[in-house]
């Protein structure tokens, strides 16, 4: 018997990430979804992630929090989905690279940018990321060379760096440069997509009308 895959989200969370993996993964799911100001924070939830915050996933008894993460551990655990490329192969080296460019520096960067924090010279020797600039630049780099990131076949590392870019041009975060609309665009007419984004467009309206 296939171990129950549960998913922890609120639609409008980070967990639109995660939502779209598991929709590219195509696998059954549950979802539970979580209040901000209350069951996120109860311990039955904190028992999951203590750090109170969502998505988090349970695969059987395994718990996977953080949305690279989770990308990357629902990837290898159903690797008939073929999101990652396999271990032995040269793809896994620019898979592994840009899923967690995309965590360790472009998210921090935007972050900090959308809170008025810009480090200073010297302060850039302190952060991954060093500039936001600088990050920005590389990523660009990046998705201008290639269809897709992980030696030109769509895999978990699009589905995140998409996610992050997505969510960056829509709220101001991210430059909207055009190799970045290019790359999303690639990537947003993909069926599991536009599942992912109806399935949470519904739960959002329905959580209004609440």
Not at 11 to 40: H, K, N
Not at 71 to 89: I, K, R, W
Not at 108 to 124: E, L, M, V
Request: charged share 20%; hydrophobic share 40%.
């Amino acid at each position: 018997m296939a171990e129950t895959l549960t998913f922890y989200t609120n639609p409008m969370s980070r967990g639109q990430i995660v939502r779209w993996m598991l929709e590219e993964v195509g696998q059954p799911y549950e979802t539970e979804v979580l209040d901000y100001a209350s069951t996120m924070k109860q311990p039955a939830y904190l028992a999951i992630n203590p750090m109170g915050k969502v998505p988090a996933i349970r695969h059987g008894d395994a718990v996977v929090t953080e949305c690279a993460a989770i990308c990357a551990y629902l990837a290898d655990a159903f690797p008939e989905a073929g999101l990652a490329p396999p271990p032995t192969s040269k793809a896994r080296a620019p898979y592994y690279r840009w899923l967690f460019f995309a965590a360790g520096c472009v998210e921090p960067a935007a972050s900090n940018k959308s809170a008025g924090f810009i480090p200073t010279d010297q302060q850039r020797r302190m952060f991954g990321y060093g500039s936001y600039e600088q990050t920005l630049d590389a990523l660009e780099g990046a998705v201008s060379e290639v269809e897709y990131l992980a030696g030109g076949r769509f895999s978990a590392a699009d589905v995140y760096v998409g996610s992050q870019l997505g969510f960056g041009m829509t709220f101001g975060t991210i430059e909207k440069r055009p190799a970045f609309e290019t790359y999303l665009g690639r990537l947003t007419g993909r069926p599991a997509h536009q599942r992912a984004r109806e399935i949470d467009g519904k739960l959002i309206a329905e959580m209004q009308k609440a």
